[in-house]
């Protein structure tokens, strides 16, 4: 944490944090140089697996096989865990989130905190995201947007 709160000291200056309400996302969001405070955006946060959500990663693959593997494909924008949120509607959430928080700030730089995943999948499956926005690691969002 004092790592990423050194390296964001030394980059411009941010107007505005943002983070998803997952506790480790809002630890990590407490590393933007003061006088930010991260709100939190519940648009951010991970992807909902309905009837599976907490469960642990082995009970998941080895209670659902077939939708393990259908997941770990990561080719089916519709794959959905029983009662959960499809990849889709998961890309389109998190994509708007961030759209929304740009154009709230057009040309000025803010810090978007959020779990991995949340940024690992637009990355993979969004090449039409905006340039203007760079991914600094798996965890924050800071660039001129």
């Not at 983070?19 to 003061?34: D, K, N, V």
């Not at 593997?69 to 949120?85: I, S, T, Y």
């Not at 039409?128 to 760079?134: E, K, T, Y």
């Not at 690691?137 to 947007?145: C, D, F, Q, S």
Request: glycine share 4%; charged share 25%.
């Amino acid at each position: 944490m004092e790592l990423l709160a050194e390296r964001l000291a030394g980059e411009p200056a941010a107007v505005a944090a943002y983070t998803s309400p997952l506790e480790r996302a809002a630890a990590t969001a407490a590393a933007a140089p003061p006088p930010l405070r991260p709100a939190r955006v519940d648009a951010l946060r991970e992807i909902y697996c309905g009837e599976l959500d907490g469960m642990d990663l082995a009970s998941v693959e080895a209670s659902y096989p077939e939708l393990w593997r259908r997941n770990e494909a990561l080719d089916d924008d519709e794959f959905a865990w029983p009662g959960g949120e499809s990849y889709r509607h998961f890309r389109k959430r998190v994509i708007s989130a961030v759209e929304a928080l740009a154009a709230a700030h057009p040309g000025r730089r803010v810090l978007v905190f959020t779990r991995d995943a949340s940024l690992a999948y637009q990355r993979m499956r969004s090449p039409d995201l905006p340039s203007a926005l760079a991914w600094l690691n798996p965890l924050v969002v800071a660039k001129t947007i």
